[in-house]
C-alpha cells in the first residue's frame, strides 16, 4: 500500500495544513507527470496539475475513504478530467523542445538531458497515436504510477480489460519505436 | 492479476527513463496557493491559483498588441536609415498616457492577492504596472471549471509611485502608493473600498508598455561595462519602436522617437549590436535591451553615453533593424547568458575589470544511475571546455542582468546556448596574460 493512501493521513489532511502539505508532496510528483505526459507543454501541464491540487483542496473535505488505492484513484480521475477538458480547448500544436517538462533524468549532463527531452518526445508522440483510452492506461500506468486495479476504477471498466489493453498498447509502443529506431538508423546511413 | 512490465522490457525503460517532473519554482507556488485554498471556507469557489490567470492573459495580449504597432511603425520607420534627419512618422497614438491629469492613491499592502508579481516594496519608482481586481462574483456565469472569480482590469495606466509605512503599525500599514489617471483612481477607490475578502488587488508588470509622462525615469545601470566598449542599456519602457524578431547578436539602428512633437524620429546610429536581452531589475517578465554601438571606436563610448544621457532624461527610442550596408562583412556570434547559468557571477564579473576575454566551461553534476534511487546519492562533476577566448562584451553586477559574450564561432555559441537552455551551469575563466 502506498504509504500517502493512508486513511488517516487523508482524514487529518482535511484540516491539518502539514497533513495535506505531506500530501501534496506525495503525490505532486506522479501527477504532474501523468498530466506532462497527456499534454507535453510544461505551462499547460503545470497549468492542468493546478487546477488538479486546488479542486483536491476545495473536495478533500468531502472525500470519504473507502480502502487501499481509493485516494489515488479520487486523484487521478480529478485529473483525468482537467486533462480531457483541456483536450478541448485549442491549443498549441507544434512542440518544441524548450516547451517540455523538465525530466527527472535532468541532473546528468546538458547533453544528455537534451537527447533525453528527444526521447520524451518520441514517445509522448508515439502514446498520442494509441486510442485514447490506452493512452491513459499506459500514462496512469507508468507515471500516476497506480496498479491496474486502481486504474480500473478511474476509468470505471474492469481490471482485466485494463490489462489487455496495457498489453497491447506496450506492444503497439514497443514497434513504432523499433520502428522509429529503425527509420533513424536508415537516415544516418544516408548522411554516411 | 499478471502485470505486464516484463514482457516489454524496452518501450518500460523508455518510460520510466523520461518521467517529467514539475519545477521547484512551481511546487512551491503550487504548495502556498493550496494550502491557502485548504484554509477557506469550502463553501468558496475562490481559486487563488487561478488568479494567476490574468498575468498569461496579460502576457499574450500585450505582445500581440505592441507587435501590431511596431509593425505599423516598422513599415513607416522603413526608410529610416535613407532619412538623414527627422521624419514624419503618423498618427498612432504612440503612449497612452495621459499627462497632467494623475492623481494618486495609497493602498495597503494586505490588498494585494499574495500572488501578486512582483513584491511592492522591492518594485522601483516608475515603474509601469497593471491593476486588475480580482472579485468574488455574485451573478456571474461560472466559468467551464465552476469557478466564480471575476478579474477585471482595472487600470492600464498605473506607476508605481513609492510604499510607505504608516506609523508604527507593522506590516499591516504598509501602503503602496499608486498614480494613476484620475478616472482610474476613482474606479479603483471602489474597489479598495470594498471588503478585502470579496475584492483582491493584482498588480502585474506592464510589459511592453511605455511609461507614462509622469513616471520616473530608473536607469538600469546593471551591468559591469570592460573598458572602451560603447554599452548602452535600453529598458523596453524606453523603447517607443521595436523591430519584430530582433535577437541576441543582431545589428540595429537606434533612433530617438520624439513623442511629443509632431512623433518624429532622429537617427542616432546605424551600427549598434543588440548583445543581450534581459529581465528588468525587480520587474518580472519586462526586459531590457543591451546594445554595443561599434560607430567609430574612438566615438562608441561617447555614442553610448549621449544615449544613455538621453535614457536618463525621458527620451524615447526606436530600436530598428540596421541597413545592410552597416553590418560589418565579418559577424561574430553573440550570446547572451543570464547570470544565473554562470558559478560565481559576481567574482568573475569582479575580474573582468582587469580582464575582458574568457575560456567558457560547462560544468554539469551528473548521479550515477544505479545510485538514483539509493538514500544517499555522491553526484559527479563533469567540467568540459566548450569556448576558447571569448570576449566579455558586457558582465552583470546583479543577478538578474546577463552576460554578453562574443564567440569565435557559431559551434562555440550554439555549445553555450545549449548548455543554457539545458539549465546547465558555466564557469567563465578569465584568460588573459
Not at chain 1, 80 to 108: C, G, I, T
Not at chain 2, 43 to 53: E, F, G, N
Not at chain 2, 95 to 122: C, I, K, T
Not at chain 2, 270 to 299: H, K, W
Amino acid at each position: 500500500m502506498n504509504p500517502h493512501d493512508d486513511a488517516q493521513l487523508i482524514q487529518r489532511a482535511k484540516h491539518d495544513p502539514e497533513a495535506f502539505r505531506a500530501l501534496y508532496h506525495a503525490w505532486l510528483p506522479r501527477v504532474f507527470a501523468y498530466v506532462a505526459y497527456r499534454v507535453a507543454v510544461r505551462a499547460d501541464a503545470e497549468d492542468i496539475t493546478a487546477d488538479v491540487f486546488m479542486q483536491v483542496a476545495r473536495s478533500l473535505r468531502q472525500f470519504e475513504h473507502r480502502g487501499e488505492g481509493a485516494f489515488a484513484a479520487w486523484l487521478f480521475r480529478i485529473a483525468s478530467n482537467a486533462v480531457v477538458s483541456h483536450a478541448r480547448r485549442p491549443h498549441q500544436r507544434e512542440l518544441l523542445l524548450d516547451d517540455l517538462p523538465e525530466l527527472s533524468s535532468e541532473q546528468a549532463t546538458p547533453e544528455r538531458a537534451y537527447l533525453d527531452r528527444e526521447r520524451f518526445l518520441r514517445l509522448y508522440r508515439a502514446i498520442q497515436t494509441l486510442s485514447p483510452r490506452r493512452q491513459e492506461i499506459v500514462t496512469l500506468r507508468f507515471f500516476g504510477g497506480l496498479r491496474n486495479i486502481h486504474i480500473a476504477e478511474v476509468l470505471g471498466i474492469d481490471e482485466r480489460t485494463v490489462a489487455a489493453h496495457l498489453s497491447r498498447a506496450l506492444n503497439d509502443l514497443q514497434n513504432q519505436l523499433a520502428e522509429a529506431l529503425e527509420r533513424q538508423d536508415n537516415h544516418d546511413d544516408g548522411n554516411r | 492479476m499478471m502485470e505486464t512490465d516484463n514482457m516489454h522490457p524496452d518501450v518500460t525503460h523508455e518510460l520510466r527513463r523520461t518521467i517529467p517532473r514539475p519545477g521547484r519554482a512551481f511546487t512551491h507556488e503550487l504548495e502556498q496557493a493550496v494550502l491557502s485554498q485548504l484554509a477557506q471556507p469550502q463553501t468558496s469557489q475562490k481559486s487563488p491559483y487561478r488568479r494567476r490567470v490574468p498575468r498569461w492573459t496579460v502576457g499574450r495580449l500585450i505582445p500581440a498588441a505592441a507587435a501590431l504597432a511596431v509593425a505599423a511603425a516598422a513599415i513607416l520607420l522603413a526608410g529610416l536609415s535613407r532619412a538623414p534627419a527627422t521624419q514624419p512618422l503618423s498618427q498612432i497614438p504612440l503612449n497612452s498616457a495621459s499627462a497632467g491629469d494623475s492623481a494618486q492613491l495609497q493602498v495597503p499592502l494586505s490588498r494585494f492577492d499574495v500572488w501578486a508579481l512582483p513584491d511592492l516594496r522591492e518594485v522601483p519608482a516608475g515603474t509601469p504596472v497593471d491593476i486588475w481586481v480580482s472579485a468574488l462574483a455574485t451573478g456571474v456565469v461560472p466559468d467551464a471549471d465552476g469557478a466564480q472569480i471575476d478579474t477585471t482590469l482595472v487600470s492600464a495606466d498605473a506607476v508605481v509611485a513609492g510604499v510607505r509605512t504608516d506609523g508604527n503599525t507593522g506590516t499591516q500599514g504598509t501602503l503602496a502608493v499608486l498614480e494613476m489617471n484620475a478616472g482610474d483612481v476613482a474606479a479603483l477607490s471602489r474597489w479598495v473600498a470594498m471588503d478585502a475578502a470579496s475584492a483582491r488587488l493584482i498588480v502585474l508588470p506592464a510589459v511592453g508598455r511605455p511609461a507614462p509622462a509622469y513616471a520616473l525615469t530608473e536607469s538600469y545601470q546593471t551591468w559591469r561595462q570592460p573598458p572602451g566598449q560603447g554599452i548602452v542599456a535600453l529598458s523596453r519602457n524606453q523603447i517607443a519602436f521595436l523591430a519584430n524578431d530582433l535577437i541576441v547578436g543582431d545589428w540595429v539602428s537606434i533612433a530617438e522617437a520624439r513623442l511629443e512633437s509632431n512623433m518624429a524620429v532622429e537617427p542616432l546610429t546605424d551600427r549598434a549590436r543588440l548583445i543581450s536581452i534581459g529581465r528588468e531589475f525587480m520587474t518580472p517578465n519586462a526586459e531590457y535591451y543591451v546594445l554595443q554601438v561599434y560607430d567609430d571606436p574612438a566615438l562608441a563610448n561617447d555614442a553610448a553615453e549621449r544615449i544613455d544621457t538621453m535614457a536618463r532624461a525621458g527620451s524615447q527610442f526606436a530600436l530598428l533593424g540596421a541597413p545592410p550596408e552597416s553590418v560589418p562583412p565579418v559577424e561574430l556570434p553573440v550570446v547572451s547568458v543570464p547570470a544565473e547559468f554562470v558559478i560565481d557571477a559576481s567574482a568573475t564579473s569582479a575580474a573582468m575589470a582587469e580582464c575582458a576575454v574568457v575560456d567558457v566551461l560547462s560544468v554539469a553534476l551528473y548521479v550515477d544511475a544505479a545510485e538514483v534511487d539509493a538514500e544517499q546519492v555522491s553526484p559527479g562533476v563533469t567540467i568540459g571546455a566548450i569556448a576558447w577566448r571569448a570576449r566579455v562584451l558586457a558582465a552583470p553586477l546583479v543577478q538578474e542582468a546577463g552576460w554578453a559574450l562574443e564567440l569565435a564561432s557559431r559551434q562555440e555559441a550554439d555549445a553555450i546556448e545549449r548548455v543554457v537552455r539545458m539549465r546547465g551551469m558555466l564557469y567563465l575563466n578569465p584568460t588573459c596574460p
